[in-house]
Antibody, heavy 122, light 107 residues
Framework: EVQLAESGGGLVKPGGSLRLSCAVSGFTFSNAWMSWVRQAPGKGLEWVGRIKSKSEGGTIDYGAPVKGRFTISRDDSKNTVYLQMNSLKTEDTAVYYC?????????????WGQGTLVAVSS | DIQMTQSPSSLSASVGDRVTITCQASQDVSKYLNWYQQKPGKAPKLLIYDASNLETGVPSRFSGSGSGTDFTFTISSLQPEDIATYYCQQYDDVPFTFGPGTTVDIK
């Protein structure tokens, strides 16, 4: 069974830092492209960024609002993707989801974690 | 960045009605468009990928069409469990932007 489990959310002051983790199981993590998507309270979905598999270059891309402040990384030995968030702003308050999609024996599949809440407030 | 718009922003329909949502991209995204369903307090669920392909296990009353800049998402016969917010997302070019969402409820 495929599982994605985010952790590390919480309350942080503006200007602070937080690192989110997303531990996965049930598929070959090293081949997966992993993404982070966030959703501010009562708002729509916002793409945060994506990291490709190392075999496909490991390229990392970010959305404009987080570029230069957030860093995505992965540890294939731990089946975990990370989101390091620095210089946090109140507008970064959101539920953060990790997600992936891939082909499984001819079927396209898409998986999301349950999300972790990050609240940035003084 | 590619901007995505959706219309309407919300709609009310009766059970059994045909429901249509449109999504427009600010530039050509070819077929690289997803449709997601999100229910309150839950993670989004992918329904349609590559503009018109139904995700495994998704009921056939859901469908998508279009290419380039104009896309359509259809529920052929609205069911009570379809009450949700629906988002389009382009993945032709990073950042993979989402539309603002369309909230569907029962009249």
């Amino acid at each position: 069974e495929v599982q994605l489990a985010e952790s590390g959310g919480g309350l942080v002051k503006p200007g602070g830092s937080l690192r989110l983790s997303c531990a996965v199981s049930g598929f070959t993590f090293s081949n997966a492209w992993m993404s982070w998507v966030r959703q501010a309270p009562g708002k729509g979905l916002e793409w945060v960024g994506r990291i490709k598999s190392k075999s496909e270059g490991g390229t990392i891309d970010y959305g404009a609002p987080v570029k230069g402040r957030f860093t995505i990384s992965r540890d294939d030995s731990k089946n975990t993707v990370y989101l390091q968030m620095n210089s946090l702003k109140t507008e970064d308050t959101a539920v953060y989801y990790c997600t992936t999609d891939f082909w499984n024996y001819g079927d396209h599949v898409d998986y999301w974690g349950q999300g972790t809440l990050v609240a940035v407030s003084s | 960045d590619i901007q995505m718009t959706q219309s309407p922003s919300s709609l009310s329909a009766s059970v059994g009605d045909r429901v249509t949502i449109t999504c427009q991209a600010s530039q050509d995204v070819s077929k690289y468009l997803n449709w997601y369903q999100q229910k309150p307090g839950k993670a989004p669920k992918l329904l349609i990928y590559d503009a018109s392909n139904l995700e495994t296990g998704v009921p056939s009353r859901f469908s998508g069409s279009g290419s380039g800049t104009d896309f359509t998402f259809t529920i052929s016969s609205l069911q009570p469990e379809d009450i949700a917010t629906y988002y389009c997302q382009q993945y032709d070019d990073v950042p993979f932007t989402f539309g603002p969402g369309t909230t569907v409820d029962i009249k």
